[in-house]
């Protein structure tokens, strides 16, 4: 299974990006995903996952209200829709693939991971 993330850029504070990753290698639809992030200095965070239908998604408090998860399972794609942006949410996201049927929030339950792409809210 491979993850290509794409969408990542240097945007000003309270503007917006949309994250993509694109799946291949595999059967996308039976996979829950996650979003993470990593910042300088600091562990991988948690940001957001969704079922494999789509149907239930989950989020770190920091990003709730403000990020929205969605995917696409005809284009084997996960996008993360990304509002009113802080300089705290500088970092490299990561997609990832959920070794679980329902995805939590540790990055040990995660099979497979995209390279990243660098996000940075500039103030």
């Known amino acids: 299974v491979q993850l290509q993330a794409s969408g990542g850029g240097l945007v000003q504070v309270g503007g917006s990006l949309r994250l993509s990753c694109a799946v291949s290698?595999?059967?996308?639809?039976?996979?829950?995903m996650g979003w993470f992030r990593q910042a300088p200095g600091n562990e991988r965070e948690f940001v957001a996952a969704?079922?494999?239908?789509?149907?239930?998604?989950y989020y770190a408090d920091s990003v709730k209200g403000r990020f929205t998860v969605s995917r696409d399972n005809a284009k084997d794609t996960v996008a993360l829709q990304m509002n009113s942006l802080k300089p705290e949410d500088t970092a490299v996201y990561y997609c990832?693939?959920?070794?679980?049927?329902?995805?939590?929030?540790?990055?040990?339950?995660?099979?497979?991971w995209g390279q990243g792409t660098q996000v940075t809210v500039s103030s």
């Open positions: 969704i079922t494999w239908s789509g149907g239930r998604s």
């Open positions: 290698g595999g059967t996308f639809s039976r996979y829950a």
């Open positions: 990832a693939v959920a070794s679980l049927i329902i995805p939590t929030t540790n990055n040990y339950d995660y099979a497979y």
